[in-house]
């Protein structure tokens, strides 16, 4: 795992100096080495930071060149069938110095140029130096698991693996996006290709950009897409099952591949204890580790996990996390680049943190809720579908209104209120707000030109699907997953330079969840992720709890009542340079002291007041 950085122009460029500095901040991505490169012309720019997973040896060392046909690459990520494609690439006449995949990606760019992407199986995102072409080619993995920003600005593209090393360049400016501020309180994450910062881009997963140093010209296009949808028929389940193993079986022998110590994240849940079961048939040595939080007995997962690992006689480590303090909400600001309301990013540092001084990779369950029916909401949409239906479309509406006049925000049911407005044909209910459109207004009433946009942008991304699973598993993967779980284990890892690999976004396993099985093996109105449990009724012992769903998370409420976030919230909330509403700012701290579920929105206000801090933003 790594850091990137670089830039192209139709101009040589004299101002260097920048550039080093602007790599150096990933120095957490990667602390075993670094590089720079400029192409002879002053055109192009490439640095990097590396984190040694494969070859460790100076062999692996970036940018990464093949003089011969004039390519050079900047690479963050891992190519899982590297040695796969390797092979056909040496039946075609290649040769390789080195064992890593970098290599191979730079011959396989060299081979097939963009259509190297579908050959590719793994996580990434990679800047390729075109020197014939006059071309920088820039691409991102399918899920999203690894970051890439750029801005484009007057002939020049500067990208980054996290936006902080874009900002080193001082003549770069800082100002905010106000519709990715919207999406931002109301999604508590910023989507697709949407910045917070005004002038600058994320480039979505699965899409790649070329950008042309003669013409100035840049073309963006999504090479990948999830399949579609399976036909309800007969359903031979015993072969779905099979496959499943198979298939997640492979995936974890793939990402097993690694020249450092690897372990697993074992939470003892479905996801992460079917890895575990995978990667004991590859390996007659694996390490496991489980994390309890003292003082917090439903968050404590060891006594799950230590039932897993002895089952498969792994070797297991369970870690006790220290308290969390309220220092580490301002070091995380500084991480995420974009602000993201997600307090679950303090568990997940915490681990990452704990982990990384056993292990420099581990591979963790995300991505089977969104690809198997995992999250409850799942189960409430199927409800409200099945006993909204008669109920007319302007009466919902009107209810949902309501809920939104009448209801103070934090109380409990009034995001399900506001859902009765959906058309459950073709629109998936926005359960997840965290502000809602009056809400919003109010908070940034000092600023008279604000306007209220989220919603449409949520509209435009919900996928075209007749059936309301398959809109809302695919909503999650394209949204919830890439734009806030991936970005938080993602920042929270590489910030430990801690390497996390996700088995369960192996590309034959999203094509598999989302091309062959049937929304009636994802959830119900009672039950969720069916087919994976069934899997874990071959593999894992017969007292294993398939209904117990814990994620990291932290007792917020309770810390907001007198523990160690409380002072920090209100400090900053009611200070007098804050960007938000005074008197909606009190509302909702009084509401949160009153018993009503304001956690996660206080959190999100202190997480963007704090970035704005930070990073000098001016609103």
Avoid at 274 to 303: C, Q, W, Y
Avoid at 330 to 346: A, G, N
Avoid at 447 to 472: C, G, H, K, M
Wanted: aromatic share 10%; charged share 20%.
């Amino acid at each position: 795992m790594c850091g990137i950085v670089g830039l192209a122009s139709t101009t040589p460029q004299t101002d260097r100096a920048w550039l080093s500095i602007a790599r150096d901040t990933l120095t957490h991505r990667g602390p075993d080495d670094a590089g720079e490169w400029w192409s002879d012309n002053g055109h192009v720019g490439l640095a990097h930071r590396r984190l040694s997973i494969l070859d460790l040896s100076p062999l692996g060392h970036q940018p990464m060149h093949l003089p011969r046909q004039g390519l050079s690459i900047v690479f963050n990520g891992e190519i899982y069938n590297f040695a796969d494609l390797r092979h056909e690439l040496e039946s075609l006449g290649y040769s390789f110095r080195s064992h890593s995949d970098t290599e191979v990606l730079l011959a396989a760019y060299a081979q097939w140029g963009g259509d190297c992407l579908n050959h590719l199986n793994g996580m990434f995102a990679f800047a390729l130096y075109d020197a014939p072409n006059q071309r920088l080619f820039l691409s991102r993995d399918r899920a999203g698991e690894k970051p890439l920003f750029y801005r484009f600005s007057e002939g020049s593209l500067q990208f980054a693996s996290e936006l902080k090393s874009l900002l080193a360049n001082p003549a770069n400016p800082r100002q905010i996006n106000p519709h990715a501020l919207d999406c931002y309180l109301s999604m508590g994450f910023v989507p697709g290709s949407l910045c917070i910062l005004q002038g600058y881009n994320k480039l979505p997963p699965a899409h790649a950009l070329t950008f042309d140093i003669r013409t100035g010209n840049i073309n963006i296009w999504k090479y990948w897409q999830l399949p579609e949808s399976p036909r309800e028929q007969i359903i031979d389940e015993t072969c779905l099952v099979d496959e499943l193993e198979n298939l997640l079986e492979n995936a974890v022998a793939r990402q097993m591949v690694a020249d450092v110590p690897i372990g697993i994240l074992l939470s003892g849940g479905v996801d992460s204890s079917l890895i575990t079961a995978m990667a004991v048939r590859n390996s007659a040595h694996v390490r496991t580790f489980s994390i309890g939080f003292p003082g917090h007995g439903k968050l404590d997962e060891t006594p799950h996990a230590r039932l897993i690992a002895n089952y498969f006689g792994t070797d297991h480590t369970e870690l006790v996390a220290e308290p969390a303090s309220a220092e580490l909400i301002p070091k995380l600001v500084r991480q995420f680049d974009e602000p993201m309301v997600d307090s679950s990013m303090i568990p997940t540092f915490i681990v990452s943190r704990l982990v990384r001084q056993y292990c420099t990779v581990a591979m963790g369950g995300d991505g089977g809720d969104e690809l198997f029916g995992g999250y409850s909401h799942y189960s409430r949409m199927l409800w409200m579908q099945r006993n909204l239906k008669h109920i007319p479309n302007w009466l919902g509406k009107a209810v949902a209104q309501m809920a939104e006049y009448s209801l103070p925000t934090g109380f409990k049911g009034r995001n399900y209120l506001q859902g009765l407005g959906v058309n459950f044909r073709n629109e998936i209910p926005f359960l997840a707000s965290y502000f809602d459109p009056l809400t919003r207004r109010r908070l940034m009433r000092s600023y008279p030109n604000y306007s209220v946009v989220a919603e449409t942008i949520f509209r435009d991304r919900i996928p075209n699907e007749t059936d309301l699973l398959q809109r809302a598993t695919r909503m999650d993967f394209n949204n919830y997953l890439a734009e806030d779980i991936l970005l938080k284990v993602d920042r929270s890892s590489m910030l430990n330079s801690l390497e996390v690999r996700a088995p369960f976004l192996d590309r034959s396993l999203i094509e598999f969840a989302f091309g062959k099985v049937p929304s009636s093996l994802k959830a119900t109105l009672t039950d969720k992720k069916i087919l994976l449990k069934q899997l874990t009724g071959r593999v894992l012992p017969p007292e294993f709890d398939k209904k117990r769903k814990q994620g990291f998370s932290i007792p917020l409420a309770s810390w907001l009542r007198g523990g160690p976030f409380r002072e920090l919230f209100w400090d900053v909330l009611l200070d007098q340079n804050s960007c938000f509403d005074p008197s909606t700012v009190r509302s909702l701290l009084k509401g949160q002291n009153e018993g009503r579920n304001n956690g996660d929105r206080l959190f999100a206000l202190v997480q963007f007041q704090l970035w704005v801090k930070e990073y000098t933003v001016s609103m």
